[in-house]
C-alpha cells in the first residue's frame, strides 16, 4: 500500500532561520501531494499541495517541490516566524485509484523568538 | 464557508460502553473520514466514505465500525469501547469536488477509562 515517512519527529529553529522538512512517499499510482498545518488545539488544515502536474506549491512563504524521480515532497520556507510554531504533516492521495488518503507522522516545529 | 463539526467535543467513557462520535458537513462533499490522532503515530484513519450508506475500511478499523446515513453525517461508533482507544478523533469531509483536500473539523477527545 501507499506510504509516507517524515523521519523529523521536532524541528527546532530560531525566528528567521530556513526550515527544512523532509518527506518521502511510496505508492503505485500518481498521487496528488499535500502539506497539512495543525496548531495546538485544532484539526489539521490544508497548507499547500501539489498534482503531478503542476510539481511545485506555495502558499504563505511555504514551498514544496514534487520530485517524482526522488519520490520526494519536502516542504521548505527561508525564514520562519515563531507564529509557525505547529505540526506540518505531509499526505498523499491515490488519485488513480481508490482515492484512499495517507499521512505521515507530522513533524512538530518549535520557532524560538 | 466550508465546515466540519464534531460532537462531542470531549468524552469521558467507561470500559466495556458503547460510544459513538458523530460529525457533519456542510461542504456538499461525497467523501468524509474518521481518523485518530496520537502521539508518535501522527493521523492513522480509521474508516472512510464515498458517500451515503457506503462506508470503507481505513488502516486501522478494528475495534470500530462506522455509519454514513446521509451526505451531511457520518458517525464513528465503538461498540465495546477499551482504554487503548483513549485518543483524539478527527473528522474529515473532501473529494473530488475539492480536489481531494480534506476540510477537518476540531477533533473530540475521547477517554475511556
Known amino acids: 500500500g501507499d506510504s509516507v515517512t517524515q523521519k523529523q519527529g521536532q524541528v527546532t529553529l530560531s525566528e528567521d532561520d530556513f526550515l527544512f522538512i523532509n518527506c518521502t512517499y511510496s505508492t503505485t499510482t500518481y498521487p496528488t501531494l499535500f502539506w497539512y498545518v495543525q496548531y495546538p488545539g485544532q484539526g489539521p488544515q490544508l497548507l499547500l499541495k501539489v498534482t503531478t502536474a503542476n510539481n511545485k506549491g506555495i502558499s504563505r512563504g511555504f514551498e514544496a517541490t514534487y520530485d517524482k524521480g526522488t519520490t520526494s515532497f519536502h516542504l521548505q520556507k527561508a525564514s520562519v516566524q515563531e507564529s509557525d510554531s505547529a505540526v506540518y504533516f505531509c499526505?498523499?492521495?491515490?488519485?488513480?485509484?481508490?482515492?484512499?488518503?495517507?499521512f505521515g507522522k507530522g513533524t512538530s516545529l518549535v520557532v524560538h523568538p | 464557508e466550508a465546515a466540519v463539526t464534531q460532537s462531542p467535543r470531549n468524552k469521558v467513557a467507561v470500559t466495556g460502553g458503547k460510544v459513538t462520535l458523530s460529525c457533519n458537513q456542510t461542504?456538499?462533499?461525497?467523501?468524509m473520514y474518521w481518523y485518530r490522532q496520537d502521539t508518535g503515530h501522527g493521523l492513522r484513519l480509521i474508516h472512510y466514505s464515498y458517500g451515503a450508506g457506503s462506508t470503507e475500511k481505513g488502516d486501522i478499523p478494528d475495534g470500530y465500525k462506522a455509519s454514513r446515513p446521509s451526505q451531511e453525517n457520518f458517525s464513528l461508533i465503538l461498540e465495546l469501547a477499551t482504554p487503548s482507544q483513549t485518543s483524539v478523533y478527527f473528522c474529515a469531509s473532501g473529494g473530488q469536488e475539492s480536489s481531494y483536500e480534506q476540510y477537518f473539523g476540531p477533533g473530540t477527545r475521547l477517554t475511556v477509562l
Open positions: 461542504n456538499n462533499h461525497n467523501n
Open positions: 499526505a498523499l492521495v491515490d488519485s488513480g485509484g481508490n482515492y484512499k488518503p495517507t
